[in-house]
C-alpha cells in the first residue's frame, strides 16, 4: 500500500523574502523543501533568478521586464512587510517564514493574524503568548526581553537578552504578558 502526500494551496508556510542573506543557502534549500509560496522584493528577486528557483510573488515600487513565467506582480503599497503580510493574510495563510537583514519591530503586530518564524541575523525568532518550552542543549543562547519573562527554568542570564541553557534539556519561559513576546535562538 502506497501513502501519498496532498499539499493542499497555503498549506505549507509561505516564504517571503527580504532579504535572502539571512540564512545559509543549506539552510534555505530546507525552507524550500515543500515548495512554498514564495514572495519576494526586488533585492531578493535576482539571487533567486540566478539560483533558477520560481518565485511566486514580487512586491515592488517599479515595473519588472525580467519576471519569470507566471510571476505575479503587485505593486508596494507601504512598506515590504506590511504589504506582503497583509497580502499573506488576506488569502488565509496560516502561517509565513520570513527572511530579513534586521528584525523589524512591526512585524509583532501581525502576530494574532498569523503564524510567522522569522530568520536574521543567524537567528530565529518565534511570537508566542504566555509560556515557551523547547529542548536545547548545554550552552545554546537564547533571545528574550527580560522584562517579560514571570519565571525561568533551565537558563541563566549573560546579559541584556541573551540568556544560555545550563544543561541538555527543556528550558521553560513564563510571561507576565498576555501579548505576544518575541523568542529568538541561534540557528
Known amino acids: 500500500m502506497s501513502s501519498h502526500h496532498i499539499v493542499r494551496e497555503n498549506q505549507e508556510p509561505a516564504l517571503l523574502v527580504q532579504d535572502f542573506k539571512a540564512l545559509e543557502k543549506e539552510l534555505l534549500d530546507q525552507l524550500l523543501e515543500w515548495s512554498p509560496t514564495i514572495i519576494s522584493n526586488t533585492y531578493s528577486l535576482d539571487f533567486f533568478l540566478s539560483e533558477e528557483i520560481k518565485v511566486d510573488i514580487v512586491f515592488s515600487a517599479m515595473s519588472i521586464p525580467y519576471l519569470q513565467e507566471e510571476t505575479r506582480l503587485f505593486s508596494l503599497e507601504s512598506s515590504?512587510?506590511?504589504?506582503?503580510?497583509?497580502?499573506?493574510?488576506?488569502?488565509?495563510?496560516?502561517?509565513?517564514?520570513?527572511?530579513?537583514?534586521?528584525?523589524?519591530?512591526?512585524?509583532?503586530?501581525?502576530?494574532?493574524?498569523?503564524?510567522?518564524?522569522?530568520?536574521?541575523?543567524?537567528?530565529?525568532?518565534?511570537?508566542?503568548?504566555?509560556?515557551?518550552?523547547?529542548?536545547?542543549?548545554?550552552?545554546?543562547?537564547?533571545?528574550?526581553?527580560?522584562?517579560?519573562?514571570?519565571?525561568?527554568?533551565?537558563?541563566?542570564?549573560?546579559?541584556?537578552?541573551?540568556?544560555?541553557?545550563?544543561?541538555?534539556?527543556?528550558?521553560r519561559l513564563i510571561f507576565n504578558t498576555e501579548t505576544f513576546v518575541c523568542i529568538g535562538e541561534e540557528v
Not at 510567522?116 to 533571545?143: Q, S
Not at 546579559?159 to 545550563?166: C, N, V
Open 80 to 171: 515590504f512587510f506590511d504589504t506582503a503580510i497583509s497580502f499573506l493574510i488576506s488569502k488565509s495563510y496560516p502561517a509565513v517564514n520570513i527572511l530579513c537583514s534586521e528584525m523589524d519591530d512591526t512585524i509583532i503586530k501581525y502576530a494574532e493574524d498569523i503564524n510567522m518564524v522569522v530568520f536574521c541575523e543567524n537567528r530565529r525568532y518565534v511570537f508566542v503568548k504566555t509560556h515557551y518550552e523547547k529542548w536545547k542543549p548545554k550552552g545554546e543562547k537564547i533571545f528574550v526581553d527580560p522584562r517579560v519573562l514571570k519565571s525561568q527554568e533551565g537558563l541563566r542570564p549573560i546579559g541584556g537578552q541573551s540568556f544560555e541553557t545550563e544543561m541538555d534539556g527543556f528550558f
